[in-house]
């Protein structure tokens, strides 16, 4: 899977989705800091890749509704350090095993992943 890491996480987030075999840039490595939401997603849309984010902004389904982007994954950990999101995002990775963002909304949070598709 292609994934896109927002500015607001770990850099070596996409160090980690890479090692594991889906291919994933950063916000950073396309010089697009501090770009508009709906900027970042047409980008990803255009480039199929799912954005990989802490920002909430991106779980309003109505202005965001699942059919219209290529998928979002916000991470939820309890607290926002590097070693709490890194967590989350290596737990990620059992769940792409079975499972594809592609087109829908995910809400992970320790212990559990929301899903939300059109």
Avoid at 19 to 25: Q, R, T, V
């Amino acid at each position: 899977m292609n994934f896109k890491v927002d500015e607001n996480l770990p850099t070596e987030g996409a160090s980690v989705l890479n090692d594991a075999g889906h291919n994933a840039s950063t916000i950073i490595d396309e010089a697009m800091e501090g770009v508009h939401d709906i900027a970042v997603l047409e980008r990803c849309a255009s480039a199929q890749r799912i954005l990989v984010t802490l920002d909430l902004d991106f779980g309003d389904i109505r202005a965001y509704p699942p059919d219209t982007h290529s998928g979002i994954v916000i991470l939820r950990p309890h607290r926002q350090d590097k070693k709490s999101i890194m967590h989350l995002i290596t737990g990620l990775l059992s769940v792409l095993d079975k499972e594809n963002p592609t087109g829908s909304l995910w809400i992970v949070e320790p212990g559990r992943i929301r899903i939300h598709e059109e």
